[in-house]
C-alpha cells in the first residue's frame, strides 16, 4: 500500500482551498491530470471520497472538510519545525514568503528586497501582493511568513510589530492647485475617487471622509492608486494617497498635491507574523530594516511640492458634482 505523504496533504490542502483542480495545480506548479491523480491516490489511501467531483468546481466531502483542518494543521506544524530548524543556524537563510498590501508593494518591496538581499545573501524572498483580508488568512493558515499591513489588525494569534506612520495627501487636478482644500465632508460632492472594495485604504479614506458603505457605492472606483492618480489627471475628480506612492504616481500625471486640514488623515504600517513563529527575533530585525525603508520613501515625498492651502467651508461651484 502506498504510505501517506506530505505531498499528498499539500495538493489535497490547495483543492481544498481554492475548490477547483486547474487552480490548485497552477499553486502546486504541476499538470492538473497529475494532481488530480495524486488526489485519487490519496482518497486510495484513506478508503473514502473526499471529493465531490463537478463540471466546474468541487466540494469537499464532509470527511473531506475535516481532513482539510487537520491537514493544514499537520502542514503548519511541520513548517513550524523547518522555521524552528533556521532559527538555530544563525542568519537567516532560505525561503522567506512575505506579503505586502497593494498600496504598499510597488513603493516600498523594491527597496526592501534590496536591503534584506544584501543583509541575508542566503534568503529566498517570496513576495505576494493581496489585499489584507487574503493575506491575514494566509499568514494563518501558515502559507506566509510575515506581512506589511496597515495597522491594527486585532488578530489575537498575531504579534503586531508598527513600524512608521504616514498622512495621506489630496490630488486634485493640476488647475485646481490655488484653490482652498475642501473640509473632509466635502471631498463626497467633489466625484470623490476611491480603490474598489477589499482594500482597507479605501475605507481608511471612507472613515476620514465621514461616509457610510452605502454612500460610497455611489462613488468612483478604480483598481490601483496609478488609476485613481491617472483619472485625476484626466480631470475626473480628485483622490487620497498616501505619502509614500506620492513620488512614483505623480510623476506623470497632470494633478497637484495638497495637505488637508488636521487632524490630517494618516495610517500606520506594520508588519505582522505568527506569535508561534519560530522566527520571531529574525523577523523583528527584519521589521527595522522594512522601517528604515519606509522611512526614506516617506522622506522622498517631503520633497515634493505639496501645498498647505486655507480650507474652503463650501463647495466650490466648478467642482461640484453636477
Known amino acids: 500500500m502506498i504510505p501517506l505523504s506530505m505531498k499528498h496533504l499539500r495538493?489535497?490542502?490547495a483543492l481544498a482551498r481554492v475548490g477547483h483542480f486547474g487552480r490548485a495545480a497552477e499553486v502546486c506548479a504541476i499538470s492538473q491530470p497529475a494532481l488530480s491523480m495524486q488526489i485519487r491516490e490519496?482518497?486510495?489511501i484513506i478508503g473514502a471520497?473526499?471529493?465531490e467531483r463537478g463540471a466546474r468546481q468541487i466540494r469537499l466531502t464532509t470527511l473531506g472538510e475535516d481532513f482539510a483542518t487537520r491537514a493544514r494543521e499537520i502542514l503548519r506544524a511541520v513548517d513550524d519545525l523547518g522555521d524552528l530548524a533556521r532559527a538555530s543556524q544563525g542568519p537567516l537563510a532560505g525561503r522567506l514568503r512575505i506579503g505586502v498590501i497593494p498600496t504598499v508593494a510597488p513603493y516600498?518591496?523594491?527597496?526592501?528586497?534590496t536591503a534584506l538581499t544584501d543583509r541575508y545573501p542566503g534568503l529566498d524572498l517570496r513576495p505576494r501582493e493581496a489585499v489584507t483580508g487574503t493575506l491575514i488568512r494566509d499568514l494563518l493558515d501558515a502559507r506566509l511568513d510575515t506581512a506589511i499591513v496597515a495597522l491594527p489588525i486585532s488578530e489575537p494569534s498575531l504579534e503586531e510589530v508598527p513600524l512608521f506612520d504616514e498622512e495621506f495627501v489630496l490630488v486634485r487636478a493640476a488647475q485646481d492647485a490655488r484653490k482652498p482644500v475642501p473640509r473632509p465632508d466635502m471631498l463626497h460632492e467633489m466625484r470623490l475617487l476611491l480603490l474598489e472594495e477589499g482594500h482597507c485604504f479605501r475605507d481608511q479614506?471612507?472613515?476620514y471622509c465621514k461616509l457610510s458603505p452605502s454612500v460610497s457605492r455611489d462613488l468612483m472606483e478604480g483598481s490601483s492608486l496609478s488609476t485613481l492618480v491617472q483619472m485625476v489627471g484626466a480631470g475626473i475628480g480628485i483622490t487620497l494617497i498616501p505619502e509614500m506612492a506620492l513620488p512614483i504616481e505623480t510623476r506623470s500625471a497632470q494633478v497637484s498635491l495638497a495637505r488637508l486640514p488636521e487632524p490630517r488623515p494618516r495610517r500606520t504600517v506594520g508588519m505582522v507574523w505568527r506569535r508561534s513563529n519560530p522566527l520571531a527575533a529574525q523577523l523583528r530585525e527584519i521589521a527595522t530594516i522594512v522601517r528604515d525603508a519606509g522611512l526614506q520613501r516617506r522622506d522622498a515625498?517631503?520633497?515634493?511640492p505639496?501645498?498647505?492651502a486655507p480650507t474652503s467651508m463650501s463647495p466650490l461651484?466648478?467642482?461640484s458634482r453636477t
Open 301 to 304: 515625498a517631503d520633497q515634493l
Open 49 to 51: 471520497p473526499l471529493v
Open 42 to 44: 490519496l482518497e486510495d
Open 317 to 319: 461651484p466648478s467642482e
Open 108 to 113: 516600498l518591496l523594491p527597496a526592501v528586497i
Open 11 to 13: 495538493y489535497f490542502e
Open 205 to 207: 479614506a471612507l472613515s
Open 306 to 308: 505639496v501645498s498647505e
